[in-house]
């Protein structure tokens, strides 16, 4: 039992990852990312009175910015362990999910 916890910790706190796999997540992490932010952006731009929700489409060049910092980051920097880099992409992940709901919820104004 001792030995087989000493392997999960091992593999939690590994810092190895393939550089394939990093490039490969790196760019789906980038175009979901891109793709909710340009799509909230296309309905903003396309949809008449969506006027008072400019303040939503300069946080969201913000948010989309910052994510690209971070998937920068993880592109870059071999010294993650698995079990950072896994839960980051899984914030990301969940964050553009709850982003969405967030957007499509919106009203137009009136």
């Not at 490039?23 to 008072?52: E, H, N, Q, R």
């Not at 489409?57 to 870059?76: P, R």
């Amino acid at each position: 039992m001792t030995n087989k916890l000493a392997q999960v910790k091992a593999k939690l706190l590994s810092t190895s990852y393939p550089r394939w796999r990093n490039i490969l997540s790196s760019g789906v992490l980038f175009l979901l990312s891109t793709g909710m932010v340009f799509s909230w952006w296309w309905i903003a731009y396309t949809t008449p009175d969506t006027g008072c929700h400019k303040g939503v489409v300069y946080l969201s060049g913000l948010w989309l910015f910052v994510q690209w910092l971070v998937i920068g980051y993880l592109f870059w920097y071999d010294n993650i362990p698995t079990f950072a880099r896994d839960a980051i992409k899984l914030l990301i992940l969940m964050s553009n999910v709850w982003f969405g709901f967030f957007i499509f919820s919106l009203k137009a104004c009136t």
